[in-house]
């Protein structure tokens, strides 16, 4: 008995350390192969060439990888441990790790290896050709400071509060108008939900299509200012700067100072392609409402029905709250969506005019490539973490406060 507990301890130390040490290799290899040099074509000739340009400019980078890549073998080290002296308890941890391991290489290799390297390099002077320079959190300091980054947080900022409560309420909408009983539902329901599966970019260019000074948005109003003998100008919808609220105080004889760009409002291009945005996302999140909708007990419609409930007393009293899960997760998925919005703007406006549509993952990748000058990798980097940062406190607030009191639902 007692050497059957003495070999049943060997076995268990042995598996953690071959855990531990999996778990090194793994995340070092992850690294070696994102590991910040000189892209540049005498590094990459070859294997040797590379790892003689990753010892000579990326050791820090693997020195402080490593010394979390210990740390976390020792973590799993000890669970396997422990788990590794129970029979069932072992077979289960084989069985379940053996069939994560293939989507576990992939996310170790092409996302952990790829977010530590964009870490590191920002807090370094780094534009791809040249060796990654240290210095601390200068670009965080420069992001923060930087007039261009501060316009695309404020265009964000706008951009996720009217597009989220915009598509949440009209989704709502929609999905109640097709869960009642009417004629040619399912055609209806196809209608709405098609510019969902068109390519973003194809519903971009039609926009952009539609938006020009000789486009159709132009000619619908040229008509029907016409029909009452009036003459419309063509207004050139993505190249408008004006912000919203600047119209209105000109329109009312005053003027918003340019140092006071942050009273504007959002501008009229940009409010453009919130309308876009608006357009394709509203039939995914109707199918999410949709669904929800078909869950709900009709017994509760009918009880309230025969207590005398109004519709509207109905959607308030009984749909909406039931609702609230579905809620909670529509408003998350489209805060992060508006946040991170990048191709409407590439194709539609490259971030002009003057800023008004600029955003931070435009920035990022302006930034990464060098289409605005030099290439500058490090500060891009810092950009993207401080984006992460902005959309994880976006999302854990309205988590809190929307999902609070969901859970008797």
């Not at 690294?31 to 990326?58: C, F, K, Q």
């Not at 989507?103 to 990654?132: D, M, N, R, W």
């Not at 140092?259 to 039939?283: D, E, H, K």
């Amino acid at each position: 008995m007692h050497s059957e507990k003495t070999a049943s301890h060997g076995s268990s130390n042995l598996a953690a350390v071959g855990a531990f040490v999996l778990v090194v290799v793994v995340l070092l290899a992850a690294v070696l192969m994102n590991a910040p040099i000189r892209s540049v074509a005498a590094v990459t000739a070859s294997l040797g060439s590379y790892l003689a340009e990753v010892r000579a400019t990326a050791m820090p980078f693997l020195i402080a990888v490593g010394v979390l890549a210990a740390a976390l073998g020792i973590v799993v080290a000890i669970v396997v441990r422990r788990e590794w002296v129970d029979l069932r308890r072992r077979r289960a941890l084989v069985a379940g790790y053996s069939f994560l391991a293939p989507y576990l290489l992939v996310t170790v290799v092409f996302t952990v290896g790829v977010i530590l390297f964009a870490l590191y390099i920002s807090f370094t002077k780094y534009q791809i050709y040249t060796e990654p320079e240290w210095v601390g959190l200068e670009n965080y300091v420069k992001a923060l400071k930087s007039r261009q980054f501060q316009q695309s947080l404020y265009n964000v900022l706008w951009y996720a509060l009217i597009v989220t409560i915009a598509q949440t309420t009209i989704a709502i909408a929609l999905a109640v108008l097709l869960n009642t009983p009417m004629r040619l539902k399912q055609f209806f329901r196809t209608i709405f939900y098609a510019p969902s599966v068109t390519s973003s970019v194809v519903i971009t260019l039609i926009f952009v299509w539609l938006y020009l000074k000789t486009g159709y948005i132009n000619l619908f109003f040229d008509k029907v200012w016409g029909f009452f003998g009036l003459e419309w100008a063509a207004v050139d919808w993505l190249g408008n700067p004006k912000g919203l609220f600047q119209l209105i105080v000109e329109a009312l004889g005053g003027k918003v100072p340019s140092r006071l760009w942050y009273l504007r409002g959002p501008s009229v291009a940009w409010m453009c392609l919130m309308v876009q945005n608006i357009f394709t996302t509203i039939p995914t999140f109707m199918i999410m409402f949709l669904a929800a909708l078909q869950d709900i007990n009709p017994a509760l419609y009918e009880a309230a029905e025969i207590d005398g409930a109004s519709g509207w007393q109905r959607f308030w009293r009984i749909t909406l709250p039931l609702l609230r899960p579905i809620v909670v997760m529509v408003l998350v998925l489209s805060t992060i969506g508006t946040l991170q919005i990048f191709d409407q703007v590439y194709l539609a406006t490259g971030g002009g005019p003057l800023d008004t549509t600029v955003t931070p993952v435009y920035l990022v990748y302006a930034e990464a490539l060098g289409t605005q000058g030099t290439i500058q990798m490090g500060y891009a980097s810092s950009i993207a973490f401080v984006l992460a940062v902005l959309i994880f406190f976006f999302t854990f607030v309205q988590r809190r406060v929307i999902e609070r009191g969901a859970e008797i639902y």
